[in-house]
């Protein structure tokens, strides 16, 4: 900056953009007003200038830069400050901070406080002003799920979901029917790729390869002994899958695990069976634990872990300012932390957007007779604890009457048992399925159709011989009739 340049903006005065402080030695009180600035419309503070404008100047030392630079590593967010030294006496220098607005990222902190300017005055920041600007920034235009997807491509993604999606979405008429089925168009039309760039949301929503860059995309599954996570573990899995499969394998491992008691209601013949909990109020809340967790956390997952006494569905991250644990048992406001992510549910049909949500799951558990579950915010966590009777337990697994009512088949698994009992080859299955993936199709495809008793080997005490064959039991056949639709 020039001397008129600096004489010219000295003129000015101290206001909502400007002030002055006379040395370095007020560095902490000038960065608040830094801070100050970062939160409304920018600035800067002049070091080097008197109250009354007067340019004294100070004397600008090595040390007086590195001092500086290190006080200005205090800010949450970083800033990107300019600092520019203007020569106004023989040995001494106004040092300027500069800083611009960025309302993507305020509100800003300085030593953990956060400051507003009013007028050409610094002040803290309210508690009520810094929640609505936390707020503010959730819904920006730079979060994590519009951010570009680092290293994915169209084909790391799982182009079956995304047909799905598509068609679900049509149905449900909440997409043109008009749009095409290449995987581009359909992600163009849900926001999920901007200006031919794969976001994140996309790849929370419908990625295949998770490890190293996304290893948030992890669902953990475990079945536990007693009423503590000490206690002998039962079942336990890991599993990293885009957020469609989460819900898909979490619900499936509920039914799998919990028990399944039966009941003849009056006037009935039928018996009618019923699990320990209802299951359209597990849903809800495991579709909202993988819709609105904090993706943005590389350690954070979804997790279930089922007890003797309870079910917890655990989601890494709190939730969003101006929402308590207590307001979900009552009406409140939706507030997605991903808007994309829940917007792409929506379209299908899973979820609404006004925030009923956990109303639905308190009057679910009302008409099923058990307690409604609490909420709360445990370790920058929000942990759903619903209570019920689950038992002792065995490892997870479905008996055999309960194939076909309550296992969850995916499409792949049903186009395998719909080949009937003529033993087919796994690669005429993955052909027939349209799939590659040899690990991948026997893993999440057959092996668990194998563990039901769905589907049978030629060979049973040779599960990797290259000759191999499958075929369809007659419990498979049964389940298949009878099970529920895709």
Not at 45 to 54: D, E, H, I, K, P
Not at 273 to 296: C, G, K, S, T
Request: with cysteine; proline share 6%.
């Amino acid at each position: 900056m020039t001397l008129a340049a600096l004489r010219q903006l000295v003129a000015q005065g101290e206001g909502p953009t400007l002030e002055f402080k006379r040395t370095t030695g007020k560095v902490r009180e000038g960065l608040e007003t830094v801070c100050a600035f970062l939160n409304g419309a920018g600035g800067r503070v002049l070091f080097g200038v008197s109250r009354t404008g007067a340019l004294e100047g100070q004397q600008v030392s090595e040390q007086t830069l590195h001092e500086l630079a290190a006080a200005l590593d205090r800010f949450e967010p970083p800033v990107a400050a300019k600092i520019t030294r203007t020569k106004v006496l023989p040995g001494r220098e106004v040092l300027a901070v500069s800083v611009a607005a960025n309302q993507e990222a305020v509100p800003y902190t300085f030593e953990g406080r956060a400051f507003e300017r009013v007028g050409n005055t610094t002040r803290k920041m309210t508690q009520a002003r810094y929640e609505a600007l936390l707020l503010q920034r959730a819904h920006a235009r730079r979060r994590w799920e519009n951010q570009p997807a680092v290293s994915v491509r169209l084909t790391d993604l799982d182009r079956e979901e995304v047909l799905r999606t598509r068609e679900v979405a049509i149905q449900q008429r909440r997409i043109s029917a008009g749009t095409g089925a290449a995987i581009g168009d359909i992600l163009d039309r849900l926001g999920l790729r901007r200006d031919g760039v794969i976001t994140q949301a996309a790849q929370a929503l419908y990625g295949t390869k998770f490890l190293p860059d996304y290893p948030q995309g992890l669902l953990k599954l475990g079945r536990f002994r007693g009423t503590t996570v000490t206690g002998p573990i039962l079942d336990n899995r890991q599993e990293y899958l885009h957020a469609f499969a989460m819900v898909r394998e979490g619900l499936a491992f509920l039914e799998r695990t919990l028990p399944l008691g039966a009941q003849f209601p009056e006037g009935k013949i039928f018996r009618e069976d019923r699990l320990a909990l209802p299951p359209n109020a597990l849903r809800e809340i495991l579709l909202n634990a993988v819709m609105h967790r904090d993706y943005a956390d590389p350690g954070g997952y979804v997790a279930i872990a089922v007890f003797d006494d309870r079910v917890e569905i655990r989601s890494v991250g709190r939730l969003p300012a101006g929402i308590t644990a207590a307001m979900l048992t009552g009406p409140h406001l939706s507030r997605p932390r991903n808007p994309l992510i829940a917007d792409t549910f929506h379209r299908t049909g899973a979820v609404e957007i006004w925030g009923r949500g956990t109303n639905r799951v308190i009057e679910e558990c009302r008409r099923y007779g058990v307690p409604p579950p609490t909420f709360e915010e445990q370790g920058g966590a929000v942990v759903v604890t619903f209570r019920a009777p689950i038992g002792a337990g065995t490892k997870s697994g479905p008996s055999r009457d309960q194939v076909g009512t309550k296992l969850s088949l995916s499409r792949d698994q049903r186009a395998v048992l719909r080949l009937g009992a003529t033993p087919q080859p796994i690669h005429s299955l993955m052909t027939h399925c349209g799939k590659a993936n040899r690990t991948k199709f026997r893993d999440k495809v057959l092996r668990p159709l194998l563990d039901a008793g769905l589907l049978a080997m030629t060979v049973p005490e040779k599960p990797r011989s290259s000759k191999q064959q499958y075929r369809t039991t007659q419990a498979g056949a049964a389940g298949l009739e009878d099970g529920p639709p895709e």
